[in-house]
């Protein structure tokens, strides 16, 4: 031995002592292991490698006296050795295929560079070795005790590890693609650049393990040896690609820029796990835990994440989404920006949550729970959110254009300046609910049937708005609900398919305005000016005209059912054709009016009423009261009085003889 005691350096094995490394991996990972460059290196780099435990590995202690024969280089294929002492003993290079070394103590022996592929090495001792780039491909290593081994850039495809413990073992760079880690404890254990593709690691306890870090890596190739061996150091992360993680706990693991593609992560618990710029592109995370995990840059296209929990969790950086959160525990987190495009979170829990800015067109929230999140300036366009809880919410300056809300929940919720337009409001009670400012079809409004939108603040619903000037304005559309429009001045305004249902409008002035296809349900317009407006098609059923001005205003085939009140309007040159009409017309000036066309059958109220050239002809009055009424000049001709009221004060035409409709009152 040299002075110093130092080692010898190995002399290069002949060519055929290694021929037997070129084993035929399993086709099902075939060119996924890339063996270790470091197999190619100089024989005198390889014993500085092994004389200091590894490029990069723990610094593991070994106090066995070294036997320098040893097996280095040894051909020990297919052989029972469990015989055979082999602590300490020094295995560089040997080829061990197929042996058997069940129940073995390999404690503190070294293995750098050599071959077990194959072998049985169950329940052996492998506490503390050097195996520096080993080859346990397809190896049967269960419940053997590998703690504290370096396995740096070791091979293990397929490697059955079940029950094993790998305790603060150095793993980094190893292949495990296939690997069986069931119910293995892989504790303070290292996989710093492990590959674990398609491995099984369901059920373990990962969370002290360490997956991301530095790793040391020769940058070229070493043809041979100098003074300085120059090596790179990267910051590197384990592969789960394919990876079976169902039932894993991976507790505040950094996985940073990790591939999990495909992974199986169902039931795993990831809870404060860092994930961030992770491609998990089509992987499985059922009922994952992932509370408070950070997915940062993150792709989780065409991920299924049915029933995860991820409250507190912020989504707002992640990418990709394609993918189903239906029924996923999100409550309280943080999806501000976030793009959920066409995302099912039917069932989600997403109360509390801030969706502020979030994309969600065509997102599937059917059953959601929303209640007091936070959705300010949202798209949901197109959403379905029926059966939705929204109470409390505040979706203030949200998109809802075409978005289904059928039976929703919306108590307290806020709708300020919202886009509802073409929302689907159906059975919806928005009672409490502050519409301030949103936008709304008048249809919307009046499927609303069971809505007292006097709190709701639909549009101007409920304002006061007395003496505002809108004259001119176009406001087809707009919903006035029970707003105080007391002499509002809406001259020559576009109030076209406008809601003013219940509305105030004594005094207000509505010269020449376009009101055609109005609702104008149960509106009060006592003393109103309508003089030349248009009200075709309006709906004026039980609406109060009282004292108003109707000059030449058009009611064309509009419904003035329910008892409208037009006691003493002025209807002169009113165009009633095709109205229906079931009124009190008390003392109304409908002089020379053309009823010819007008539906009088279900009877209106002309009690006292100056009836004289009105034109009646033809028309069945029904149970009109007609008592007191002056119809001296009126025009009956073919008109049908079988059931009105008249009494002996009933002024008739000279040349009627009302003696075939006896008095009826």
């Not at 029924?327 to 509390?352: K, R």
Request: proline share 2%; glycine share 12%.
């Amino acid at each position: 031995m040299p002075q110093g005691g130092a080692r010898p350096l190995p002399r290069r094995p002949p060519p055929g002592r290694l021929r037997h490394r070129r084993h035929r991996r399993p086709k099902a990972l075939e060119g996924r292991f890339v063996v270790s460059r470091a197999r190619a290196v100089a024989p005198v780099i390889l014993a500085l490698i092994a004389a200091s435990c590894g490029i990069g590995s723990a610094d593991v202690s070994i106090g066995f006296e070294v036997d320098r024969a040893g097996y280095r280089y040894a051909n020990l294929v297919g052989q029972d050795l469990r015989s055979l002492e082999f602590a300490g003993r020094d295995l560089t290079g040997a080829v061990l295929d197929g042996a058997d070394l069940r129940g073995v103590d390999l404690t503190g022996a070294i293995l750098d560079l050599a071959s077990m592929v194959g072998a049985d090495l169950a329940g052996a001792t492998l506490v503390g070795v050097q195996g520096f780039g080993l080859n346990l491909s397809g190896a049967t290593v269960t419940g053997a005790d590998l703690t504290g081994a370096n396995l740096r850039d070791a091979g293990l495809l397929e490697t059955d590890l079940r029950e094993a413990s790998v305790r603060e073992a150095n793993l980094d760079g190893a292949f495990l693609g296939g690997a069986d880690l069931r119910r293995a404890d892989l504790a303070e254990a290292s996989l710093v650049a492990a590959t674990l593709v398609a491995a099984d690691l369901r059920g373990l306890d990962l969370g002290r393990a360490t997956f991301r870090g530095d790793f040391t890596t020769v940058p070229q190739e070493v043809s041979g040896f100098s003074d300085t061996v120059r090596f790179d150091t990267v910051e590197k992360v384990a592969t789960f690609d394919g990876a079976d993680l169902r039932g894993a706990v991976l507790d505040g693991v950094d996985l940073t820029g990790t591939s999990m593609v495909r992974a199986s992560l169902a039931g795993a618990s990831l809870v404060g796990t860092v994930l961030d710029d992770a491609d998990l592109t089509d992987v499985g995370l059922e009922n994952a835990d992932l509370g408070s995990i950070s997915l940062i840059g993150s792709d989780l296209t065409g991920a299924v994440l049915a029933g995860a929990r991820l409250a507190d969790t912020d989504l707002s950086g992640v990418h990709g989404w394609r993918t189903s959160l239906a029924g996923a525990d999100l409550a309280g987190g943080t999806f501000a920006l976030a793009d959920f495009t066409e995302l099912d979170l039917s069932g989600a829990d997403l109360s509390g949550a801030d969706l502020s800015g979030a994309m969600l067109r065509q997102a599937d929230l059917s059953g959601a729970d929303l209640s007091a999140a936070t959705g300010v300036g949202a798209d949901l366009v197109g959403s379905d959110l029926r059966d939705a809880d929204l109470d409390g919410a505040d979706f203030s300056g949200a998109i809802f254009h075409d978005a289904d809300l059928t039976r929703a929940t919306v108590g307290g919720a806020t709708f300020s300046g919202a886009d509802l337009l073409g929302a689907v409001l159906a059975e919806v009670d928005l009672a409490g609910a502050d519409l301030t400012g949103a936008r709304l079809n008048v249809e919307q409004v009046l499927d609303l049937t069971e809505t007292d939108l006097s709190t709701s603040r639909v549009g101007y619903s409920s304002r006061d708005l007395r003496g505002v000037d809108f004259s001119g304005r176009d406001l087809s559309g707009e919903v006035f609900f029970g707003a105080d429009l007391r002499n509002a001045d809406f001259t020559g305004a576009i109030l076209s398919r406008v809601d003013l249902r219940h509305a105030d409008l004594r005094g207000a002035v509505l010269v020449d305005a376009d009101l055609e296809d109005v609702w104008l349900a149960k509106a009060n317009l006592s003393g109103a000016n309508l003089d030349r407006a248009t009200l075709n098609r309006g709906d004026l059923r039980s609406a109060s005209f009282s004292g108003a001005r109707m000059i030449g205003v058009s009611l064309y085939e509009a419904d003035l059912t329910g008892g409208v009140n037009l006691y003493e309007a002025d209807l002169t040159g009113a165009f009633l054709d095709g109205a229906v009409i079931q009124a009190n017309l008390i003392h109304s000036r409908i002089q020379s009016l053309d009823f010819s066309a007008v539906d009088l059958s279900r009877g209106v109220s002309l009690w006292d009423t100056d009836l004289r050239g009105v034109d009646f002809s033809n028309r069945d009055l029904g149970g009109s009261d007609l008592r007191s009424a002056d119809l001296s000049t009126a025009i009956l001709d073919g008109a049908d009085l079988s059931r009105v009221r008249w009494d002996e004060n009933t002024r008739w035409p000279t040349e009627f003889d009302p003696a075939a409709y006896p008095p009826n009152w």
